[in-house]
C-alpha cells in the first residue's frame, strides 16, 4: 500500500526554524520525483520545491528560495524540507508528493499544519 507520511509540522515564531519529514513505502521511492506542496487558507496549492530521484537537482519557487531547502535520502525512503527564517505567510497545510517522470502517476500525503505566529 502506497503511503506518504508527513511529520514535523506544528507552531513557530516567525524567524524561527523547522525540519519537515515525508515518509514514503509502497513503492519504489528512487523512480519518484519528490516534491513539496503548501495551501494557505483561501489560497490555491502551490509548489514549494521539487527533488529529481537521484536529489542531483532542486528547483524552489521564488518565495522560498533562499530559505527552504528540500533533501532526500533513498536509502531511507525520505524527503525533507528544512524551513528557516519562516514568517507568518509561511502558514500554510504542507503536502508530500511523489511523482514518477514518465507516467504522471503521483501520490499525495495528507499534509502537515505549519503554523508562523507569535
Known amino acids: 500500500q502506497v503511503q506518504l507520511v508527513e511529520s514535523g509540522g506544528g507552531l513557530v515564531q516567525p524567524g524561527g526554524s523547522l525540519r519537515l519529514s515525508c515518509a514514503a513505502s509502497g513503492f519504489t521511492f528512487s523512480n519518484y520525483v519528490m516534491s513539496w506542496y503548501r495551501q494557505a487558507p483561501g489560497k490555491e496549492r502551490e509548489l514549494v520545491a521539487s527533488?529529481?530521484?537521484?536529489?542531483?537537482?532542486?528547483n524552489y519557487a521564488d518565495s522560498m528560495k533562499g530559505r527552504f531547502t528540500i533533501s532526500r535520502d533513498n536509502a531511507k525512503n525520505t524527503m525533507y524540507l528544512q524551513m528557516n527564517s519562516l514568517k507568518p505567510e509561511d502558514t500554510a497545510v504542507y503536502y508530500c508528493?511523489?511523482?514518477?517522470?514518465?507516467?504522471?502517476?503521483?501520490?499525495w500525503g495528507q499534509g502537515t499544519q505549519i503554523t508562523v505566529s507569535t
Open positions: 508528493r511523489a511523482t514518477r517522470a514518465l507516467s504522471g502517476r503521483s501520490y
Open positions: 527533488i529529481t530521484n537521484t536529489g542531483s537537482r532542486t
